[in-house]
């Protein structure tokens, strides 16, 4: 007879606030106390503080003459919104579960590649 194996259920509770961000980089590094600090960020072309345009005989907006600050088309600005401190140990678990559910997706697209490559394109 099989003795059942003890378990724990995890309920899963949001903040009212929860509003997931998207992130296309993260910086980060071990503080003093050893433990893993990420910051995430978004990286996207600055956005001016203000624009100036000529205007037209006939009162419409005309070209653009002066951008605040100079030098936006020069720039890129990486804006952190979240971050994350852990241990060293949750760090390692992390990096495990991150590793399990690339894996997971890497199988998908195969069975997806597979499936679109079989002579009728994937198509019914």
């Not at 724990?8 to 903040?15: A, E, G, P, S, V």
């Not at 978004?42 to 030098?71: D, F, M, W, Y």
Request: proline share 6%.
């Amino acid at each position: 007879m099989d003795a059942k194996k003890p378990e724990i259920t995890f309920k899963y509770i949001f903040n009212y606030g929860y509003n997931p961000t998207y992130v296309n980089g993260a910086q980060g590094g071990f503080s003093p106390r050893g433990e893993m600090v990420i910051h995430f960020y978004l990286e996207r072309q600055p956005l001016p503080e203000s624009i100036s345009h000529e205007i037209t005989p006939e009162g419409a907006i005309g070209r653009e003459v002066a951008v605040e600050p100079e030098g936006l088309s020069n720039s890129m600005v990486r804006f952190i919104d979240t971050g994350v401190a852990m241990s060293y140990e949750n760090a390692r678990v992390f990096h495990a579960w991150l590793g399990d559910k690339l894996r997971e997706m890497e199988e998908l697209h195969k069975l997806r590649n597979a499936f679109e490559s079989t002579p009728t394109g994937g198509q019914a």
